[in-house]
Nanobody, 122 residues
């Protein structure tokens, strides 16, 4: 049974930083694409940052490019999202997801975590 568990969310001030972690279990994720998504109240879920199984390919939404960094742990079953220079508009529930084949933005993510709240005060 695949399970993704996010942690690291919380309250931060604008301009501050937070680091989200996602631990995946239930199978070997070495070659799996992983990603972070977010959904703010009243808005659709959006892709934030994606990373291929190898870690060599990444995607960032324009809204976070240059501020957020996605990375994978050495064991490949963890993925992190370092969020710097946070803005109020980054406030959302952040979800971790995994998919078995990297296809950039077209990657099909089949497994999802329960989400972690990030709140940025202005």
């Amino acid at each position: 049974q695949v399970r993704l568990v996010e942690s690291g969310g919380g309250l931060a001030q604008a301009g501050g930083s937070l680091r989200l972690s996602c631990a995946a279990s239930g199978r070997t994720f070495t070659n799996y694409a992983m990603g972070w998504f977010r959904q703010a109240p009243g808005k659709e879920r959006e892709s934030v940052a994606l990373v291929a199984g190898s870690g060599s390919a990444t995607y960032y939404s324009d809204s976070v490019k240059g501020r957020f960094t996605i990375s994978r742990g050495l064991a490949k079953n963890t993925v992190y999202l370092q969020m710097n220079s946070l803005k109020h508009e980054d406030t959302a529930v952040y979800y971790c997801a995994a998919g078995d084949a990297w296809a950039g933005l077209r990657t099909k993510f089949d497994w999802w975590g329960q989400g972690t709240q990030v709140t940025v005060s202005s």
